[in-house]
């Protein structure tokens, strides 16, 4: 079976200070890491997924599969990052045609 | 924005009553989606369809049902079987191909 844990429900971190948003699976193969993000009272949208390996509004994730994680990170925060963010994945057991998503973790930055 | 249109944003459904929220796409995606997503649960996957007039149960399908007749849409019904059904709906699609899934803007369910 496949699994995504985000550990954290809450992180929150002052404007310009470093984040780190955690993400850890659980699947047999080689999966397909996704970031994405729900800013308030937006729709849920894709932020960066592990194969394009672009840096995405300063943020960027890196697939470690030894570490079966996939974290995302910022080393500055902005106010406009403050979102609900969810890890996700994507498997060779559904022709890579579904998602798996963590629980989420809310992203809070203040000034 | 747009392209994926969820219908009606509110909606409330009485004891024992079936109600179907509507997914409505203009993008010409092949795959379509339907998610339930609850406070510190994330999205579950309740079903799915790749093609038109075929589809899967997702995680949680107990109590729901789906149609594709359309490329274009796809509704889902919250039957009576569904005991919580108070929940942020979510339709998302997906061009076959591309592993990228776009989402509408949700219908939230309440029960009176």
Redesign the interface.
């Given at each position: 079976a496949q699994r995504v844990t985000q550990p954290e429900k809450l992180l929150s971190v002052f404007k310009g200070a470093p984040v780190e948003l955690k993400c850890n699976y659980s699947y047999s193969g080689s999966p397909e890491l996704f970031w994405y993000v729900q800013y308030s009272r937006q729709r849920l949208q894709l932020l960066l997924r592990h194969i394009s390996r672009e840096s995405i509004k300063g943020f960027t994730a890196d697939l470690n599969k030894g570490e079966t994680s996939f974290h995302l990170k910022k080393p500055f925060a902005q106010e406009e990052d403050s979102a609900m963010y969810y890890c996700a994945l994507s498997g060779r057991g559904s022709g890579y045609s579904t998602l798996t998503f963590g629980k989420g973790t809310m992203l809070l930055v203040s000034p | 924005?747009g392209g994926i249109t969820q219908s009606p944003k509110y909606l409330f459904r009485k004891e024992g009553q079936n109600v179907t929220l509507s997914c409505e796409q203009n993008l010409n995606h092949d795959?379509m989606?339907w998610?339930r997503q609850d406070p510190?649960?994330?999205?579950?996957?309740i079903y799915?369809s790749?093609i038109v007039n075929d589809f899967q149960k997702?995680d949680i399908a107990e109590g729901y049902s789906v149609s594709r007749e359309k490329k274009e849409s796809f509704p889902l019904t919250v039957t009576s079987a569904q005991k919580n059904p108070t929940a942020f709906y979510?339709c998302a699609s997906?061009l076959a191909g591309k592993?990228?899934?776009?989402?509408?803007?949700?219908t939230r369910l309440s029960v009176l």
């Amino acid at each position: 079976a496949q699994r995504v844990t985000q550990p954290e429900k809450l992180l929150s971190v002052f404007k310009g200070a470093p984040v780190e948003l955690k993400c850890n699976y659980s699947y047999s193969g080689s999966p397909e890491l996704f970031w994405y993000v729900q800013y308030s009272r937006q729709r849920l949208q894709l932020l960066l997924r592990h194969i394009s390996r672009e840096s995405i509004k300063g943020f960027t994730a890196d697939l470690n599969k030894g570490e079966t994680s996939f974290h995302l990170k910022k080393p500055f925060a902005q106010e406009e990052d403050s979102a609900m963010y969810y890890c996700a994945l994507s498997g060779r057991g559904s022709g890579y045609s579904t998602l798996t998503f963590g629980k989420g973790t809310m992203l809070l930055v203040s000034p | 924005d747009g392209g994926i249109t969820q219908s009606p944003k509110y909606l409330f459904r009485k004891e024992g009553q079936n109600v179907t929220l509507s997914c409505e796409q203009n993008l010409n995606h092949d795959a379509m989606y339907w998610y339930r997503q609850d406070p510190g649960q994330g999205l579950r996957l309740i079903y799915y369809s790749q093609i038109v007039n075929d589809f899967q149960k997702g995680d949680i399908a107990e109590g729901y049902s789906v149609s594709r007749e359309k490329k274009e849409s796809f509704p889902l019904t919250v039957t009576s079987a569904q005991k919580n059904p108070t929940a942020f709906y979510l339709c998302a699609s997906r061009l076959a191909g591309k592993n990228i899934q776009y989402f509408g803007a949700g219908t939230r369910l309440s029960v009176l």
